[in-house]
């Protein structure tokens, strides 16, 4: 398979059958809320390819990063998170 970077990509739910990942974001091929993922290379290393799941739901998103940073606050440490941008 050719892989573009730059451009945004659907992943087969045989990908997520064969690489057996609960941490993976799940994968619905089969309905309309199946998640889209951008392609990009790595900078450090030539042969990695990233695929980032990309989402319409900001508010949704928005919640978890809060949570996120209050708990961390919590926990007394300096709030960072690069799970979520």
């Not at 900078?43 to 940073?69: A, G, H, L, R």
């Amino acid at each position: 398979m050719q892989i573009n970077v730059g451009c945004f990509y659907f992943i087969k739910d045989l990908f997520f059958d064969i690489i057996d990942d609960p941490e993976l974001m799940k994968n619905k091929e089969n309905g309309n809320k199946r998640p889209c993922y951008y392609c990009f290379k790595s900078k450090e290393y030539n042969n990695i390819i990233w695929f980032i799941p990309v989402s319409t739901k900001i508010d949704k998103y928005q919640k978890i990063y809060d949570y996120k940073i209050r708990k961390q606050i919590k926990l007394g440490k300096k709030p960072s998170i690069d799970t979520i941008v």
